[in-house]
């Protein structure tokens, strides 16, 4: 599976982004997909994931209310809204897909290049 992120951009404090994950795959439908994140100096860390057939989504304490994470099986795509950003969520963010546990890298097989997201405040 063959990844794209993008979507990525330089935005105000409190504006909103929406980063896009496509797939080349004609078995995406069959992963999970997660974003996770990686800002300058720390661990990359994750962000929202969602399973499957989308009908179940997970996010990290730090997004939850302000990020929603969709899919749509048929374009092969995934997107992550981003509202209400803050300086604290500028990264480079990656979207994966695999079948693992969703909230840990190692659940993931395949990543994108990622996106760059700048919040200034």
């Known amino acids: 599976v063959q990844l794209q992120a993008s979507g990525g951009g330089l935005v105000q404090a409190g504006g909103s982004l929406r980063l896009s994950c496509a797939a080349s795959a004609r078995t995406f439908s069959s992963y999970a997909v997660g974003w996770f994140r990686q800002a300058p100096g720390k661990e990359r860390e994750f962000v929202a994931a969602?399973?499957?057939?989308?009908?179940?989504?997970y996010y990290a304490d730090s997004v939850k209310g302000r990020f929603t994470i969709s899919r749509d099986n048929a374009k092969k795509t995934v997107n992550l809204q981003m509202n209400s950003l803050k300086p604290e969520d500028t990264a480079v963010y990656y979207c994966?897909?695999?079948?693992?546990?969703?909230?840990?890298?190692?659940?993931?097989?395949?990543w994108g290049q990622g996106t760059l997201v700048t919040v200034s405040s």
């Open positions: 969602i399973n499957w057939f989308g009908g179940n989504t």
């Open positions: 994966a897909a695999g079948v693992g546990r969703v909230e840990f890298e190692t659940g993931y097989g395949f």
